[in-house]
């Protein structure tokens, strides 16, 4: 069996609104994680209650966007492999 390729993985991450993601943070299950991928000082400036930030770029820059070299190590010390991530991305 042959496995997905990273399109087909990515087609496959759910998109939820605001209020679905407000649910499933709150639900007594707790199974639900809140990451803000932003840079530092968008997180900084506002930021839902009960996220933590991990950016994903360290930098966006006329030259291009520096990404964090350490993002996937840093989101595996926060979270267990079982942990859902509820993970907000803005453009």
Request: zero cysteines; proline letters at 5%.
């Amino acid at each position: 069996m042959a496995s997905a390729g990273k399109e087909d993985q990515v087609s496959a991450t759910p998109t939820i609104d605001a209020g679905l993601a407000r649910a499933l943070l709150s639900s007594e299950s707790g199974g639900h994680a809140y990451i803000d991928v932003r840079l530092p000082e968008d997180f900084h400036r506002e930021h839902a209650d009960g996220a933590r930030n991990v950016p994903y770029y360290l930098a966006v820059t006329p030259q291009g966007k520096e990404k964090n070299p350490r993002f996937v190590e840093e989101v595996a010390a926060l979270y267990g492999k079982e942990q859902h991530l509820i993970v907000v991305i803005t453009y």
